[in-house]
């Protein structure tokens, strides 16, 4: 299985902030399509998850552009750009390229 | 709009079996995936497994054959999932989501607590 390992945040966060969240995946997430199947979530306290970014780059619908994703084919980033109450959260990467698919161990965003 | 309305909180005695149940409306669910999640509070999401409501094929995580079976009636548009021989340790939130790019999920139902105790 494909293995997503995440990094943390050092939290509080002051408001207005830019944060970036870390991924690393234990196989290149690359397709032959030239596609990076690796996306993100952002699950609020009580809530099912959202789905921020997919194919780590691409903002799902809806989804403010203060969150954007970037990286190479094992290490990703997530950036917020100023952080907000309602980013408060546990955020996942999850890896779409094997089955079963994965994801990993979240990172909280606690903002001050 | 898509909605993904899942079944309300089990309690459920060690040995049983359940079924959760995940409705949808709002788009075409015969020719869609759905997955489903399993999560204990505080701890990370886990793949259960997918099925396609076109023809009910399935895909399951290794981890839970067995353990779990995905099922669909196109006719109301819900998926179902059951869970048998229960252990505490599939005390857990089950979440159904449905399959979008890049094998990433849209749309979540709101989830359902399961509860395995004597």
């Known amino acids: 299985d494909i293995v997503m390992t995440q990094g943390a945040l050092p939290n509080p966060v002051p408001s207005g902030e830019s944060v970036s969240i870390t991924c690393r995946s234990s196989?290149?997430?690359?397709?032959?399509?030239?596609?990076?199947?690796l996306n993100w979530y952002l699950q609020r306290p009580g809530q099912s998850p959202q789905l921020l970014i997919y194919w780590m780059s691409t903002r799902a619908s809806g989804v403010s552009d203060r969150f954007s994703g970037s990286g190479s084919g094992t290490d990703f980033t997530l950036k917020i750009s100023g952080v907000e109450a309602e980013d408060v959260g546990v955020y996942y990467c999850?890896?779409?390229?094997?089955?079963?698919?994965?994801f990993g161990s979240g990172t909280k965003l606690e903002i001050k | 709009q898509v909605k993904l309305q899942q079944s309300g909180a089990e309690l459920v005695k060690p040995g049983a079996s359940v079924k959760l149940s995940c409705k949808t409306s709002?788009?075409?669910?015969?020719?869609?995936?759905m997955s489903w999640f399993k999560q204990i509070p505080g701890q990370s999401i886990e793949w259960i497994g997918m099925i396609y409501a076109g023809d009910g094929g399935t895909g399951y995580n290794q981890k839970f054959k067995g353990k779990a079976t995905l099922t669909v009636d196109t006719s109301s548009s819900t998926a179902y999932m059951d869970l048998s021989s229960l252990t505490t340790e599939d005390s857990a939130v089950y979440f159904c989501?449905?399959?979008?790019?890049?094998?990433?999920?849209?749309?979540w139902g709101q989830g359902v607590m399961v509860t395995v105790s004597s």
């Open positions: 196989k290149s997430l690359l397709y032959s399509d030239g596609k990076t199947y």
């Open positions: 989501a449905r399959l979008y790019e890049g094998l990433s999920f849209d749309y």
């Open positions: 999850q890896q779409g390229l094997e089955f079963p698919l994965t």
């Open positions: 709002g788009y075409t669910f015969s020719t869609s995936y």
